[in-house]
């Protein structure tokens, strides 16, 4: 299976400042990768898919890019409510695979 | 909007069976463009893709290797959910366990989660 690589896996941060996620898949996924947010006691949220595209009501402050096995998220100006923790998924190959996760926490 | 609730107990003793259900709205369970999945997640395994479930002319299952021969995904077209059953638990099952809507391979919609200790 395609094995999902996250890094850092912690990331400290300022409010207001950037931060960049990366994600490294294991075969090529093309543009068939998704991010995912999670906070604390609850479900992970879609945030993008199709690699770049942002899903429904997610602020223009996430993007994502990358394409075949290497992928960034980034959030250009953190705020608040962005400390949480990131995955990536790949829905290239099957079975579909998520990664580690990287936390973003409050510098 | 697509809404997941999820319920099922939060304490199953090892060797027996666990069971979650999922009820669904604002979607069909035999809608022919989704499917109907459960992931579960532990600080070990990470999010873990368990099964899935879907209508395409006929029902079908897919499941994760890792649990192929213990769990059984199943529709419940009356009552508009789908139910997860995992036999032969162990510690190693502990974990939340979330179900889940995939149109075009993103989990769109999401469960809020169950934590699920096995312990007797």
């Known amino acids: 299976e395609t094995v999902m690589t996250q890094s850092p896996a912690t990331l400290s941060v300022s409010p207001g400042e950037r931060a960049t996620l990366s994600c490294r898949a294991s075969?090529?996924?093309?543009?068939?990768l998704a991010w995912y947010q999670q906070k604390p006691g609850q479900a992970p949220r879609l945030l993008i898919y199709?690699?770049?595209t942002r899903a429904t009501g997610i602020p223009a402050r996430f993007s994502g890019s990358g394409s075949g096995t290497e992928f960034t998220l980034t959030i250009s100006s953190l705020q608040s409510e962005d400390f949480a923790v990131y995955y990536c998924?790949?829905?290239?190959?099957?079975?579909?695979?998520f990664g580690q996760g990287t936390k973003v926490e409050i510098k | 909007q697509v809404q997941l609730q999820q319920s099922g107990p939060g304490l199953v003793k090892p060797s027996q069976t666990l069971s979650l259900t999922c009820a669904i709205s604002?979607?069909?369970?035999?809608?022919?463009?989704?499917?109907w999945n459960w992931i579960r997640q532990s600080p070990s395994r990470g999010l873990e893709w368990l099964g899935r479930?879907?209508?395409?002319?006929?029902?079908?299952?897919d499941y994760a290797v890792s649990v192929k021969n213990r769990i059984i995904i199943n529709p419940d077209t009356s009552k508009n959910q789908f139910s997860l059953q995992m036999n032969s638990v162990t510690p190693e099952d502990t974990a939340v366990y979330y179900c889940?809507?995939?149109?075009?391979?993103?989990?769109?919609?999401w469960g809020q989660g169950t934590l699920v200790t096995v312990s007797s």
């Open positions: 479930t879907y209508y395409r002319s006929k029902w079908s299952n």
């Open positions: 998924q790949q829905y290239n190959n099957w079975p579909w695979t």
């Open positions: 075969q090529i996924v093309t543009s068939n």
């Open positions: 604002g979607d069909s369970v035999s809608s022919n463009s989704v499917t």
């Open positions: 889940a809507r995939v149109l075009s391979g993103t989990f769109t919609n």
């Open positions: 199709g690699a770049f």
